[in-house]
């Protein structure tokens, strides 16, 4: 059974979209098979695996809907090694419509289901708020991955969005979990960011990756041409960064499930 990580967090510009293509594309070149979810109406997921938003007939917005079949929405950028299911700004509108319907929060979760037969990973880029769509995500989701720079108000920001996460696992999804913590767009010349990191890391010791994710050009360029990282640079920090992430990811997968079957 694949994993669905929801990657989430209400405040903007963290390096969430960055990390979800990223992250896909590196845990595709190590053969698992990857599903990227684009959930923001800004559909920036979706042009960074190179696909159009403009140009697309079905979309996510149709599968929360019902309109389509999640494999009718399905597209498969050539190269890069994951599916994607594609969004842009229908998702808006699609937000306004799910509150007038019956099970409004599960949407989501229902179009997944069979598909986590098929990926090892489902990986679901949220809009930057606490919204329908973001609920929607974090019902269908095993767990919560949260980007976050280590700057002043970045703790203020992931107490509420930890209070959401508890919220819903306590009503409709208990088996949610913070997945980790990822300190992104990370200066090690910066004091503050220094002093964030050690708070981190202080306040919640076994969920914040070892990885982090440096402030690197090629990063930043990459979504211009349509391209993971990997694929633009691979040998740039950043590249070099999100597949020591996805190794990190494995190895913390492997580590569970050991822990499981002794437990058992």
């Known amino acids: 059974m694949g994993k669905i990580i929801a990657?989430?967090?209400?405040?903007?510009?963290?390096g969430k979209t960055t990390t979800c293509i990223n992250?896909?594309?590196?845990?595709a070149a190590t053969r698992r098979r990857i599903l990227l979810v684009d959930l923001d109406p800004q559909g920036n997921a979706t042009m960074g695996s190179g696909v159009n938003?403009?140009?697309?007939?079905?979309?996510?917005?149709?599968?929360?809907?019902?309109?389509?079949?999640?494999?009718?929405?399905?597209v498969h950028p050539e190269g890069l090694g994951y599916d994607v299911l594609p969004g842009n700004g229908d998702l808006t509108a699609a937000e306004v419509a799910l509150m007038q319907m019956a099970d409004k929060e599960?949407?989501?979760?229902?179009a997944l289901e069979s598909a986590k037969e098929?990926?090892?990973?489902i990986l679901v880029d949220c809009p930057p708020s606490l919204n329908m769509l973001t609920l929607n995500?974090?019902?269908?989701?095993?767990?919560?991955?949260?980007?976050?720079?280590?700057?002043?108000?970045?703790?203020?920001?992931?107490?509420?969005?930890?209070?959401?996460?508890?919220?819903?696992?306590?009503?409709?999804n208990p088996e949610l979990e913070v997945e980790g913590l990822l300190r992104t767009m990370f200066d090690p010349r910066n004091n503050l960011a220094n002093d964030v990191s050690g708070q981190l890391?202080?306040?919640?010791?076994?969920?914040?990756?070892?990885?982090v994710i440096p402030r690197n050009v090629r990063l930043a360029e990459a979504p211009s041409h349509g391209l993971p990282?990997?694929?633009?640079?691979?040998?740039?920090?950043?590249?070099?960064?999100?597949?020591?992430?996805?190794?990190?990811?494995?190895r913390n997968e492997e580590n569970t499930h050991l822990l499981g079957a002794v437990n058992s």
């Open 137 to 172: 995500a974090l019902v269908a989701a095993q767990s919560v991955m949260i980007p976050m720079q280590c700057e002043y108000y970045a703790l203020e920001g992931l107490s509420a969005l930890l209070n959401t996460i508890e919220q819903i696992k306590q009503t409709v």
């Open 53 to 74: 938003k403009n140009a697309l007939s079905q979309t996510s917005c149709d599968v929360l809907l019902g309109d389509a079949s999640l494999s009718d929405a399905l």
């Open 201 to 211: 890391i202080m306040h919640f010791p076994k969920k914040v990756y070892r990885t």
């Open 229 to 250: 990282v990997i694929s633009y640079d691979k040998g740039s920090r950043g590249a070099l960064a999100y597949l020591a992430l996805a190794g990190e990811i494995l």
């Open 106 to 110: 599960q949407r989501l979760r229902a």
């Open 7 to 14: 990657i989430a967090n209400q405040k903007g510009g963290v």
């Open 23 to 27: 992250l896909a594309a590196s845990l």
């Open 118 to 121: 098929h990926y090892h990973y």
